[in-house]
Nanobody, 128 residues
Framework: QVRLVDSGGGLVQAGGSLRLSCGASGGTFSTYTMGWFRQAPAKEREFVAVVGWSDSSTKYVDSVKGRFTISRDNAKNTVYLQMNSLKPEDTAVYYC?????????????????????WGQGTQVTVSS
């Protein structure tokens, strides 16, 4: 059983930055595909970014490309989401997720249902 703990959210003004962290325990972190999703009020959970297990390849939703960077530190069992140039529309609860190493290369990385484990979520609020 893998346990994920999200942290780093908060209130920031538009144009500001935050770095989210997700610590994992209970599994072999280096073999997991790691993703970040977000969910705004009254909206479905949305894919944000993913990092593959083998060569740390990354993918992003178009709305965050050039502003967000996902990375992983396998020695620390942690995945990060650096968020720059934040906009009010980035306001949401952000969740990290872990899934099998097949998710990334099968192209299913944007599907919430493809992931097996989830963090508890961390609130990000961007004021205008």
């Amino acid at each position: 059983q893998v346990r994920l703990v999200d942290s780093g959210g908060g209130l920031v003004q538009a144009g500001g930055s935050l770095r989210l962290s997700c610590g994992a325990s209970g599994g072999t972190f280096s073999t997991y595909t790691m993703g970040w999703f977000r969910q705004a009020p009254a909206k479905e959970r949305e894919f944000v970014a993913v990092v593959g297990w083998s060569d740390s390849s990354t993918k992003y939703v178009d709305s965050v490309k050039g502003r967000f960077t996902i990375s992983r530190d396998n020695a620390k069992n942690t995945v990060y989401l650096q968020m720059n140039s934040l906009k009010p529309e980035d306001t949401a609860v952000y969740y990290c997720a872990a899934g099998s190493n097949a998710i990334y290369y099968s192209g299913r990385y944007f599907l919430a249902g493809a992931y097996d484990y989830w963090g508890q979520g961390t609130q990000v609020t961007v004021s205008s």
